[in-house]
Structure formats: C-alpha cells, structure tokens
C-alpha cells in the first residue's frame, strides 16, 4: 500500500468512526430527547437485565463492526467508506465473502445496528429504539441498494451468486 493510499484508508476511518460514533449517536439522543419531553416511555426498569443485554449487544456489535473491518481491509484491499459516490477511502479491490461475510452481506452495518440498539437500552427509551429501526430501515432500503448496484458493476455474477446464497442484514434469515 503507498502512503497517499495509507492516508486515505486512516482519513476514510476517522471520518467513518466520527460518524458511527459521535454523530449519529449524538443525533439519536437530541431526537430521544425532544420527543421523550413529549411522552417518555421506559424499555427496562431492571439494571441487571438491562446492563446484561446492553453488554451483549455492544461485544456482538463490535465484534462484527471491527471483525468485518479487518477482513475487509486483508481480503478485500479497501475500505468501506462511501458518501454519495465520492471515494473517501480506497475501493475494495476484491469481493468478500468469508468471515462475517459469510453470515451477512453487511456485517458492519449489522454490527452497528446492535451497537445503536444497546445506546438505545442505556437511554432506555422506546423512542430511541424506535429511530435506531428507523434510522437501519432507511440505511437497508437507499444506502445498502446503491452498496449493492456497485458491487454488481464491479463484481458481476460473482456478487450475485454471493447476494443469493448470504442474507442481507441478519445473520440467521437465509435467503430463499
């Protein structure tokens, strides 16, 4: 890898990680609080139940968020970050399908969805829980399907025979 290659792969990573975790959370706690002043309705009341779940979320989400990192930038010799077609960081060069790709398409996403949904938990919030879905129903229907008309461009039948076999977001729904 040459430097202005290095340079771009960390800038896509501290631009990326700035996103996931600064303002995106920050965006679901102002939106929590604005709407909880309106009605405030508690998940779990039970601090043991509620730490336990949340502890289990973060370890799987990281797990996944960083093991699909890793994988990615070994296997795949890019990055995964993309903002309305503009390369922040470099392109993967080859299509990954072992490690957490074998169980889902978009296991950084997955990852982070189960990061966001243990935030959610430790604001202990419906109303949070409720825009972590919808913030990942909107990522799955708009950013996920331009992910995919690229990977099809620079992949072909290799994506395709890959989309068909491995489900698109949750590990455990096999595709059909």
Do not use: C
Not at 114 to 123: D, G, K, M, N, P
Not at 126 to 141: H, K, P, Q
């Amino acid at each position: 890898m040459n430097r202005r290659t290095a340079y771009k792969m960390i800038i896509g990573y501290i631009i990326g990680g700035l996103l996931v975790f600064g303002f995106m959370p920050a965006m679901i706690y102002a939106l929590t609080s604005l709407l909880d002043n309106v009605f405030k309705l508690e998940i779990i009341n039970n601090l043991t139940i509620r730490w336990t779940i949340i502890i289990v979320l973060l370890v799987i989400g990281l797990i996944y968020g960083i093991w699909s990192i890793i994988i990615q930038n070994t296997i795949g010799k890019g990055g995964p970050v993309e903002i309305g077609n503009i390369e922040i960081s470099p392109k993967t060069k080859n299509l990954v399908v072992s490690g957490p790709y074998k169980t889902t398409r978009n296991p950084m996403l997955f990852g982070t969805f189960l990061v966001y949904l243990a935030f959610a938990l430790f604001i202990n919030s419906l109303t949070s829980i409720i825009i972590v879905i919808a913030l990942f129903v909107f990522m799955l229907t708009v950013i996920v399907k331009m992910e995919e008309k690229r990977l099809s461009k620079d992949f072909g039948n290799q994506y395709e025979e890959y989309r068909h076999k491995v489900p698109k977001f949750f590990p455990w729904f096999q595709n059909k």
